[in-house]
């Protein structure tokens, strides 16, 4: 070991140049590591707004999850879940042999009682409960059983299976913990988020990931807009929530993408934003009032695009207006391609149905649709949904003739045209009586028995006025023709390719 003064000696010993050399270096070293410093400082914000834990945030939230239990009456021979055997497995046998035969000693088998598991989250202290309709929809007796294991019988105040959401209350003997909702619309993909649910029944358990991604349609029901996550969702979350890092619900688990069963990292959640409404709604009148626009509508590829105009593919094509429901009020025609309602943008077809049942009932509206090469304004005032019946066609006169146009063979109403494809008497336009297997008109999915109503969107009634609008369209330069077709009575739009004669 050296001494202070060998030290100061060795140091004093060092030539005057070697010194500077020593100092500059130390002066470069210095310049880098207060440049690391100034980076991770700039780069700690983020970093600080992530937890060193979850712990604190489950603790305070976990007492308003709840588990939601259910069980019913279900008849002899029914169908329930049964345990599961490898296949080829020894006890494959051994338990189809066992419920085979619980259902057939002693004659007529007695009702038995069926339960499943899944989970909730509390709103109001009142006891207000918020969870899946599938978790409670063919329930006889449901129990919510709180984080500390007391449990409450529940009543149904309300259930939407649309968008699989219902509404339980519990009268609890005291005030009751509560959660608040959050606002879906400021979550961003990136974002970290707790759920907490009652996996396989096992309770209370709390898995953290970030959102994946926003908008997802899953095909699950006319409403869909879920947020997808990678935070673990298991059989029996369904109906929790999943949780902002303020503790605030972003949206209910609801379900999951795994071709196992279990959970593969995709998860998907109702947003707040459309929860919140539907649960109101519920609690204020025991069912959901939306509004409602009476058309049917179709999504705008490509070749329709071209075929009218737009600029790219956007909006929803009214291919049906019912008749005297407010979109006939409002003067939107079949064949306007609806770009906004009630201000806010229509990006794609499936878009329309959640912003029109969003939208106030009674509510008068601005309406942009594109008709005819150009934006129209209207206004339109939003009715209610409910059940209602399909507007009828008028009969249209057809003019004798017959035609072969980009691979179809079109022939005109007829009594013996009518026999032949079950066509009613109400029905009009042209009919197709042939196409060509390698037509685009074939590519398109017309079909012998389909009817053509109206070529760019100008009704027609004989095979002659089909050709001729349809020699109009390629002599304008365009590449594609827009056909009204009608088949069993629905109505769509078909944008068909001009490169064929």
């Known amino acids: 070991m050296l001494k202070p003064d060998r030290i100061r000696s060795s140091v004093a010993a060092v030539p005057a140049d070697r010194a500077q050399d020593r100092a500059k270096t130390g002066l470069w070293i210095l310049g880098i590591v207060t440049a690391m410093v100034a980076m991770l400082l700039a780069t700690g914000a983020p970093a600080a707004e992530r937890p060193l834990s979850f712990a604190d945030l489950a603790a305070r939230l976990k007492p308003a999850v709840v588990n939601v239990s259910t069980s019913q009456s279900v008849a002899p021979g029914a169908r329930t879940q049964r345990p599961q055997a490898p296949p080829g497995s020894p006890f494959e046998d051994f338990f ?7 259902g057939r ?3 007529q088998a007695p009702r038995r009682r ?45 259930r939407d299976q649309k968008t699989d959401l219902a509404v339980l209350r519990v009268n609890g003997e005291e005030d009751l913990p509560a959660v608040p909702w959050g606002d879906s619309e400021a979550s961003r993909v990136g974002d970290w988020v707790l759920a907490i649910g009652n996996p396989f029944g096992l309770g209370g358990s709390v898995t953290a990931g970030i ?19 990678d935070a673990s969702i298991n059989r029996g979350n369904s109906g929790g929530p999943m949780f902002n ?39 204020d009148f025991g069912r959901t009032k939306r509004g409602w626009l009476g058309v049917q509508i179709q999504t ?121 494809f079950q ?23 017309i079909r012998p028995g389909d009817l053509i109503v109206e070529v760019n969107q100008e009704p027609v009634t004989s095979p002659q006025e089909v050709s001729e609008k349809i020699q109009e369209v390629q002599e304008s330069g365009r590449k594609s023709v827009l056909l009204l077709v009608e088949r069993a009575g629905d109505l769509r739009f078909v944008a068909v390719r001009l490169d064929q004669g």
């Open 245 to 283: 890092l303020d503790g605030e619900v972003v949206g209910i688990n609801t379900a999951i993408f795994s071709p196992s069963g279990g959970s593969v990292g995709i998860g998907f959640a109702i947003p707040a934003n459309l929860a919140k409404r539907v649960v109101t709604q519920l609690i």
């Open 105 to 107: 000693e002693g004659g």
């Open 211 to 229: 959102i994946s991604a926003r908008g997802r349609n899953i095909n699950a029901g006319p409403y869909d807009n879920f947020i997808q996550t």
């Open 423 to 445: 066509l009613g008497d109400d029905s009009k336009g042209v009919v197709v009586t042939g196409v060509g297997g390698d037509s685009t008109a074939a590519e398109r999915g």
């Open 96 to 102: 189809k042999d066992f419920f085979d035969q619980e």
């Open 300 to 420: 705008v590829n490509d070749e329709i695009a071209v075929s009218l105009g737009l600029d790219k593919p956007r909006g929803a094509l009214v291919s049906k207006v019912n008749e005297e429901g407010p979109a006939d009020t409002g003067g939107i025609l079949a064949g306007d391609v609806i770009l906004e309602f009630a201000g806010r943008e229509v990006s794609e077809m499936r878009a329309l149905p959640r912003i029109v049942a969003d939208t106030e009932i009674g509510e008068t509206v601005n309406v942009v649709v594109w008709r005819k090469g150009g934006e129209k304004k209207l206004r339109v005032k939003v009715g209610e949904l409910e059940e209602v019946q399909e507007a009828a066609f008028t009969p249209g006169g057809p003019t004798p003739g017959r035609s072969e146009v980009l691979g179809m063979t079109l022939s005109p109403l007829t009594p013996d045209t009518r026999s032949e």
């Open 114 to 158: 069926a339960q499943s598991l899944g989970s909730g989250f509390i709103i109001d202290k009142s006891g207000i409960v918020v969870t899946n309709y599938h978790v409670i929809a063919e329930a006889d007796e449901i129990t919510v059983i709180l984080d500390d294991n007391t449990s409450y019988p529940a009543e149904i105040i309300g």
